[in-house]
């Protein structure tokens, strides 16, 4: 027997009418999308920064970003976009921290609370520094971004802070370099090595990798038969670094072959004594406050 198919079309209509009727029933599993709820935007605010202070930082996230999405053109839309990028800094979500930051400095320049900004990008790069056997452009970005720091605001409690820190990044990248230099030296490629010692010495004088740098450059000069280059090398090591063991080393190896590093150097100011870097806060201090008045600026 054959089916109409007016009365097949139909069935469809009234089946779909049933399934409807059946998610519209309590206990029904499927899930109603949140009512959008405007609250008031101190409310939101304040919220967020409660779960900021338990240390629910994802939770903060999303009520700062709610301030935002509800309030976009209020003073406290500028301040939350600057606590979501510390928010997300303690979770250690570098990327998006940078990019909330990168955004506040975009949008208020001029604000007072820019200079935060700024210096939580730096400390975002510099804590993914890895050790000198790694590549080194979280190093580079870092240096860069911390100088930005004391360049744009020099007299800042976080540019004392950033000293610190530049300190510490030129003496990773001095590392590095040394570390590449042992490899050319090891290996015979001495015109390289000698490249990578040198720019440690004119790039990096006040890094703890100094001294050995001035070793390796008279370990290399002799080496490649250059006597007169590596004594004088060997004077500058010990005027500077008198009582330090790669001088002594140098003097062993310039003196068993006949030689020793007499007289002073010509550029007696060029290098300056060791300097081991300061360490300065372990990790970003939390935004200063800012009223409604001054996050509108």
């Not at 606590?83 to 208020?108: C, D, P, V, W």
């Not at 820019?114 to 080194?136: M, N, P």
């Not at 150097?265 to 935004?287: T, Y």
Request: glycine share 6%; proline share 5%; charged share 25%.
């Amino acid at each position: 027997m054959k089916h109409s198919p007016f009365r097949i079309l139909l069935v469809v209509p009234t089946l779909l009418v049933a399934v409807a009727a059946c998610q519209s029933m309590p206990g029904s599993n499927t899930k109603k999308a949140p009512a959008y709820v405007e609250r008031p935007v101190d409310l939101l605010y304040n919220n967020a920064r409660d779960e900021l202070s338990k240390k629910n930082y994802a939770e903060a996230v999303t009520g700062f970003e709610e301030v935002d999405r509800q309030h976009p053109y209020s003073e406290w839309a500028r301040r939350a976009l600057l606590m979501t990028a510390y928010a997300n800094y303690q979770q250690n979500k570098y990327e998006e921290a940078i990019a909330g930051a990168q955004r506040f400095t975009s949008l208020y320049p001029g604000n007072e609370s820019a200079v935060y900004a700024y210096y939580l990008i730096a400390i975002c790069y510099f804590e993914q520094i890895v050790d000198v056997g790694r590549d080194q452009r979280m190093t580079e970005l870092a240096l860069a971004a911390l100088n930005d720091v004391v360049q744009r605001y020099p007299q800042s409690e976080y540019a004392r802070d950033a000293r610190l820190k530049i300190d510490m990044t030129q003496d990773q990248l001095a590392g590095k370099e040394m570390e590449i230099g042992r490899y050319y030296l090891r290996d015979g490629q001495h015109l390289a090595a000698l490249g990578r010692f040198r720019r440690v010495v004119d790039l990096y004088q006040t890094t703890t990798h100094v001294p050995e740098a001035l070793h390796r450059l008279v370990e290399t000069n002799l080496s490649m038969g250059l006597v007169d280059e590596a004594t004088k090398v060997g004077a500058v090591l010990g005027y500077n670094y008198p009582g330090s063991e790669w001088y002594e080393a140098s003097y062993k190896l310039l003196t068993a072959r006949g030689f020793t590093p007499e007289g002073k150097p010509e550029r007696r100011g060029l290098f300056q004594r060791i300097v081991r870097p300061k360490r300065g806060l372990e990790r970003a201090p939390e935004p200063p406050e800012a009223s409604a008045t001054q996050a509108s600026k």
